[in-house]
């Protein structure tokens, strides 16, 4: 009986793979595409922190326990769903390069140092030189200086360096500090650059007196499943538990490994060991490891008015049925009223509820609300 059912984490990654489509969809606006791409991209990071890391608590506690539908180790889960998560990811990064293709024909264009000229590289290097070096900070790995934390879901340009001697050093530079643009604007145009690529470009100069030997970005995704019965206690404050629960959030063990480039398979092992990943758990990756950039180059096709290249605009409607500038509290006692959102305007629904805050006559208001996906 177990072969008419399909796993819940492999059929979640169908409905990811649904997502996808989108992004390939020819029929969708361009920049709607390059949104799919982007939910594409951000659902599998919460798909890792919290599904893959159940399954991996259930291997440290209860490795024998099965799936009550296809009976399924935990163990075995994770291995069905990452040769699944390889062949997608080859999909997006091949949709991503069409779209953005696409996109320069609309007059923005993504670069990288391959694709610049002779003036945009010495624009760059004045910009990493003036905005960005001074503001970043680089470790050295090594006896004195520990592994650093990584964040979870956070950008680093990690660097193989050679000492003199011959002596493999590894260098790591955080590139998502806050304080700079990630989207670097280059001028006589609409190119930009992401502000880690132009990192990793100029890490020779950050880490002067050493060989770069290989380089890569790199981004980790961090177990993020947490049971929250042991973290809220009736007599602490709520927030200051939720508060609590976000911090220990960011600093569980990782499940997932993203890398731009390729780096030896000596190095790999050295980062897995350090940050306690599998190596079936590092994923190479052709496209930005965080797409959400990608709401910044929209914005400027928004602006152009490039209309084709967006779903039309839908603004919600306010509810035929009731008057908001008169009370609604007596409106609905004499009849009912169904809201249906996100089709109608959620403004009705915000002022019943200051109404209601306000009415100490009022004891109760039956509203049956129905939420249409």
């Known amino acids: 009986m177990s072969s008419i059912y399909m796993n819940r984490e492999l059929s979640w990654l169908k409905f990811n793979e649904r997502v996808l489509e989108e992004a390939e969809n020819p029929e969708v606006p361009l920049c709607e595409r390059l949104t799919f791409a982007s939910i594409y991209q951000s659902n599998l990071d919460e798909f890792f922190m919290v599904r893959v890391g159940s399954l991996i608590d259930q291997m440290l506690v209860a490795k024998d326990s099965r799936d009550n539908k296809t009976h399924m180790t935990p163990k075995e889960q994770i291995q069905a ?63 004195r200086q520990p592994f650093p934390f990584l964040k979870n879901k956070e950008i680093y340009a990690v660097v193989v360096l050679t000492t003199k001697s011959g002596k493999e050093r590894l260098g790591i530079i955080p590139c998502g500090s806050g304080v700079f643009e990630r989207l670097i604007h280059l001028p006589g145009g609409n190119t930009y650059m992401l502000s880690e690529e132009l990192i990793l470009h100029y890490i020779p100069k950050v880490f002067k007196g050493y060989q770069v030997k290989e380089k890569s970005l790199l981004r980790v995704t961090r177990n993020a499943d947490i049971d929250t019965e042991t973290i809220y206690d009736e007599d602490l404050d709520y927030r200051d538990a939720m508060e609590n629960l976000i911090k220990q959030r960011r600093r569980m063990n990782p499940v997932r490994m993203e890398l ?20 079936e758990h590092v994923f190479l990756t052709r496209v930005p490891l ?36 008169s009370a609604l509290i007596p409106q609905i006692m004499k009849k009912d009223v169904l809201l249906s959102y996100p089709f109608e305007n959620i403004k009705s629904f915000i002022n019943l509820l200051n109404e209601a805050a306000k009415d100490d006559s009022v004891v109760s208001i039956k509203m049956t609300l129905y939420r249409l996906a």
């Open 290 to 325: 965080d797409m959400s950039f990608v709401f910044g180059l929209q914005g400027y096709l928004r602006n152009t008015a490039q209309d084709k290249l967006f779903y039309q605009r839908r603004t919600p409607r306010m509810t035929p049925e009731l008057n908001d500038k």
């Open 81 to 143: 769903i990452l040769p699944q998560v390889e062949i997608l990811n080859r999909r997006k990064d091949e949709v991503y390069g069409k779209l953005m293709e696409k996109i320069e024909e609309y007059g923005v264009r993504l670069v990288d140092f391959s694709k610049i000229t002779e003036e945009e590289n010495k624009f760059l290097e004045a910009y990493f030189d003036m905005e960005i070096s001074g503001l970043i900070s680089p470790t050295i790995v090594g006896k």
């Open 260 to 279: 731009s480039r390729e780096l030896n398979k000596k190095m790999i092992s050295s980062l897995c060991k350090e940050l306690h990943v599998d190596k």
